[in-house]
């Protein structure tokens, strides 16, 4: 079950939730048949939780939202992507330890 705190990100709300947000944004991008995005999935949920209103944590499902991953090359599963300003700023591909994302978001504040 996910965090309360991770945002459901779609094609139609991107734009407003992502490239509009005042904050960075941290975008992880899976697929529920996806074995390395469920593991990644408690990762998420806990940097949604110790970021509250630092950062806005999300997720895209890739199977339910065509558009963005195709815009953003999104061509393995898991990617997260950090945007700051409206602007990707980090990208990863494939399972990070937490300290990676944390380290990026760091950076991009």
Known sequence: MASANVVQFTDANFEAEV???PVPVLVDFWAEWCGPCRMLSPTIDQ???????????????????????VKFNIN??????????????????????????????????
């Open 19 to 21: 490239l509009s947000s």
């Open 47 to 69: 940097l949604a939780e110790e970021l509250k209103g630092q950062v806005k944590v999300g997720k895209m499902n890739t199977d339910e939202n065509r558009e963005v991953p």
């Open 76 to 109: 393995a599963i898991p990617t997260v992507l950090l945007f700051k300003g409206g602007q990707l700023a980090h990208r990863f591909v494939g399972l990070q330890p937490k300290a990676n994302f944390i380290n990026a978001i760091n950076a991009a504040k």
